[in-house]
């Protein structure tokens, strides 16, 4: 089973801010990666696949980057909306998510 | 719009079996793979079990392999999870999701939409 490991596991920040979450897969995955972004009480929402490639629907503030075994998820201005919390899954294999990331407010 | 609509949840002791439902609109149903992926609150989500538009081919995480058993009717647009044995860490939110890819002969792939989830709880 591929290991995905996500980094930080809580990020405080503020409305206007440029952010960055870590995903690393324990082997090569290719770019065969998504993100999802989850609110509570709600099911996980498609953000992105394929590493960077946006999901229909998706703001442009949401970027996706990485290949092989480390991959980022950047939001270039927090919007009160994003508050929620972020996980990436890998398909290269059986289906694994990583553990995710709290982004809240500071 | 898509819909995907879960049933069939409840309380169910230890050893017991329950069957999740479903029921989709919105799309072809016999176009795309499906899938059941689990989470407990608080927690990542977990990949339980996918199909295949045509039931080719079929996977299991490795927790719920030999125990559950999933399926679809394609004429009644619905998925199903036979849940046999189940133990108290079988106890989690059920979502029913479809498969990103059309008519893929794999399902080995991310989830473009999500039921709303059905509670699961494994309990005497």
């Known amino acids: 089973e591929i290991q995905m490991t996500q980094s930080p596991s809580t990020l405080s920040a503020s409305v206007g801010d440029r952010v960055t979450i870590t995903c690393r897969a324990s082997q090569s995955i290719s770019s065969w990666l998504a993100w999802y972004q989850q609110k509570s009480g709600e099911a996980p929402k498609l953000l992105m696949y394929k590493a960077s490639t946006l999901q229909s629907g998706v703001p442009s503030r949401f970027s996706g980057s990485g290949s092989g075994t480390e991959f980022t998820l950047t939001i270039s201005s927090l919007q009160p909306d994003d508050f929620a919390t972020y996980y990436c899954?890998?398909?290269?294999?059986?289906?694994?998510f990583g553990q995710g990331t709290r982004l809240e407010v500071k | 719009e898509v819909q995907l609509v879960e049933s069939g949840g409840g309380l169910v002791q230890p050893g017991g079996s329950l069957r999740l439902s479903c029921v989709t609109s919105?799309?072809?149903?016999?176009?795309?793979?499906m899938h059941w992926v689990r989470q407990v609150p608080g927690k990542a989500p977990e990949w339980v079990a996918g199909?295949?538009?045509?039931?080719?081919?079929?996977g299991y995480g490795d927790s719920v392999k030999g125990r559950f058993t999933i399926s679809r009717d394609n004429a009644k647009n619905s998925l199903y999870l036979q849940m046999n044995s189940l133990r108290s860490e079988d106890t989690a939110f059920y979502f029913c999701?479809?498969?990103?890819?059309?008519?893929?002969?794999?399902?080995?792939?991310?989830?473009?939409?999500w039921g709303q989830g059905i509670q699961v709880t494994v309990s005497s």
């Open positions: 199909i295949t538009w045509n039931s080719d081919n079929i």
């Open positions: 899954q890998q398909y290269d294999a059986s289906p694994t």
């Open positions: 919105g799309f072809t149903f016999d176009d795309y793979g």
């Open positions: 999701t479809r498969d990103s890819y059309y008519a893929s002969g794999s399902y080995l792939h991310y989830f473009d939409f």
